[in-house]
T-cell receptor, first 118, second 109 residues
Framework: GAVVSQHPSWVICKSGTSVKIECRSL??????MFWYRQFPKQSLMLMAT?????????EQGVEKDKFLINHASLTLSTLTVTSAHPEDSSFYIC??????????????FGSGTRLTVV | GQNIDQPTEMTATEGAIVQINCTYQ??????LFWYQQHAGEAPTFLSY??LDGLEEKGRFSSFLSRSKGYSYLLLKELQMKDSASYLC??????????WGAGTKLIIKP
């Protein structure tokens, strides 16, 4: 089945630094990648949707200059948290859909990245 | 607005059966998904329903009634490893997933 590899699995960084999270689709072409954030005991919150070769679409309330998304190829999307602060500490998960036709396959999720900003 | 409702938490006994309900109101409908999420891990796909009726897959079954905006996930022969959160998500007319808050299922011996 479709696999999305996400890394790092966890990262601790100092306040004010930047962190890059990568998601790679291993056996399919991810034309669309979704980035989610999940706080403890809460549901998934969609941050942005990116399509290969175009600018990401950010959800209301998500700062695009703080959460930089790059989807330069059909197999790689990155999320960079710039100037991270403790309130950015969360579980970040990427999800991919191969194309518009395979709705029934669902969305394949990466394993998630636990970010802790100290 | 768009809304997905599911119970916050449920408790069941090992070996028993539990039904987790989900009701939804969305702009358009292109299917309903159930995902399982263990603490600290990403969600994993369980089922997809786009037509009315029951889909059975081993110990897990999922039911959909589009006219009622209602679905349920049925788990049989519960095992301790089934303790997790179960997320209901609806794909709207723009093929975007709208997520419920999840139901935390606690299995007791």
């Amino acid at each position: 089945g479709a696999v999305v590899s996400q890394h790092p699995s966890w990262v601790i960084c100092k306040s004010g630094t930047s962190v890059k999270i990568e998601c790679r689709s291993l056996d399919f072409q991810a034309t669309t990648m979704f980035w989610y954030r999940q706080f403890p005991k809460q549901s998934l919150m969609l941050m942005a949707t990116s399509n290969e070769g175009s600018k990401a679409t950010y959800e209301q309330g998500v700062e695009k200059d703080k959460f930089l998304i790059n989807h330069a190829s059909l197999t790689l999307s990155t999320l960079t948290v710039t100037s991270a602060h403790p309130e950015d500490s969360s579980f970040y998960i990427c999800s991919a859909r191969a194309g518009t036709g395979e709705v029934s396959y669902g969305y394949t999720f990466g394993s998630g990245t636990r970010l802790t900003v100290v | 607005g768009q809304n997905i409702d599911q119970p916050t938490e449920m408790t069941a006994t090992e070996g028993a059966i539990v039904q987790i309900n989900c009701t939804y109101q969305t702009s358009g409908f292109n299917g309903l998904f159930w995902y399982q999420q263990h603490a600290g891990e990403a969600p994993t796909f369980l089922s997809y329903n786009v037509l009315d009726g029951l889909e059975e897959k081993g110990r897990f079954s999922s039911f959909l009634s589009r006219s009622k905006g209602y679905s349920y996930l049925l788990l049989k022969e519960l095992q301790m490893k089934d303790s997790a959160s179960y997320l209901c998500a609806v794909m709207d007319s723009n093929y975007q997933l709208i997520w419920g808050a999840g139901t935390k299922l606690i299995i007791k011996p």
